[in-house]
């Protein structure tokens, strides 16, 4: 197949931040307190992001910090099992790799309760960062997350440094989740803090929403959001696909209908298609025609993810996508 013939040529994507275990109910649609039982499934968007290029057969690595623990072990063996480089990962013998317990609604979507007190993921510093990595990275993609406390945040600064100076595309998918930040205010604030250094930012409606202030998801929202230094802005929208804004052109592309059963890594699937296609031919960011369907492609890796229990496991390989993709929405 054309696509594992051109990976080996293919830019590297370094995926940076949080990688933990996601325990989710064997029973759908019920609180986390009536649960009869949990199924765990590794999880953290910034390695659903790595492993999601690999599965699509690009090249990624994931840069950050587990626990020294049965789970640390577990989380980086399913990074190497799924092709994801693992030179950046680190260790730590004093802090568990964190958990968290996620109920799935009967719609599908997500209620989170966090076990990271500290986390092995919050306590990245800045010198244990792989650099070398890092500045081999033609694409860099990062979350929010790792900037709530230190030393993680510092890490996180000095790697976007590191990555932009090298001249890699920065990727940005803040990936809100209020119940970790101290309050909405300081979770805005920090979102908004680095929000100026990337070249491509990918929000959904619900984080829209959030940073705007605005209950409205149209333009003139989503155009509050830009930077002068911006080549991308995406506002995700669920089944109904996604609206995309450049400096010359901006419009919309339709989603996919499929039978939902969890939405959890649709995002991180979405954003990982993306960043496999224009990681050699970032082109296409200026031609519409191309990124339109790009973007269809990428709608249906995430529309493919929603159909299966757990993000990692649900990623699509490049065939699933273009059968969905031929079969229309």
């Not at 205010?185 to 929403?209: G, M, P, T």
Request: glycine share 10%; net charge negative; proline share 4%.
């Amino acid at each position: 197949m054309a696509v594992n013939g051109s990976a080996s040529s293919s830019g590297l994507i370094v995926s940076f931040g949080e990688m933990l275990i996601d325990f989710v109910p064997t029973v759908s649609g019920v609180s986390l307190a009536e649960a009869p039982g949990f199924l765990k499934a590794p999880g953290g968007a910034p390695a659903n992001v790595a492993i999601a290029v690999t599965r699509l057969g690009g090249k990624s690595a994931f840069v950050g910090k587990l626990g020294d623990d049965e789970f640390g072990q577990m989380l980086a063996g399913i990074l190497k099992t799924n092709g994801v480089q693992a030179e950046g990962i680190n260790f730590d013998k004093g802090a568990r790799t964190a958990l968290a317990f996620v109920t799935l609604r009967a719609d599908g979507e997500r209620e989170f309760m966090f076990y990271r007190n500290p986390s092995a993921d919050m306590l990245l510093t800045p010198d244990e960062l792989n650099l070398d990595l890092i500045r081999s990275a033609k694409v860099f993609h990062y979350g929010s997350i790792s900037l709530i406390v230190e030393p993680c945040r510092s890490a996180h600064l000095k790697a976007m440094e590191v990555a932009k100076e090298a001249g890699a595309l920065l990727s940005y998918d803040p990936n809100l989740r209020l119940p970790l930040w101290s309050s909405e205010e300081e979770a805005r604030k920090q979102i908004k803090s680095i929000w100026n250094y990337a070249d491509v930012i990918k929000v959904s409606d619900v984080e829209l929403e959030f940073l705007t202030g605005s209950n409205k998801i149209d333009d003139e929202s989503a155009m509050s959001l830009w930077h002068p230094n911006l080549k991308l802005l995406l506002v995700t929208l669920g089944e109904k696909g996604c609206n995309y804004y450049t400096k010359k052109f901006h419009g919309s592309v339709g989603g996919f209908h499929v039978k939902t059963v969890d939405t959890t890594g649709a995002g991180d699937s979405f954003v990982g298609a993306l960043l496999t296609k224009i990681v050699d031919d970032q082109a296409i960011l200026e031609d519409e025609a191309r990124l339109k369907e790009v973007l269809r492609f990428s709608c249906a890796c995430g529309a493919i993810t929603t159909t299966k229990k757990g993000a990692i496991p649900a990623l699509p390989t490049e065939s699933e996508a273009l059968t969905l993709l031929k079969g229309g929405a």
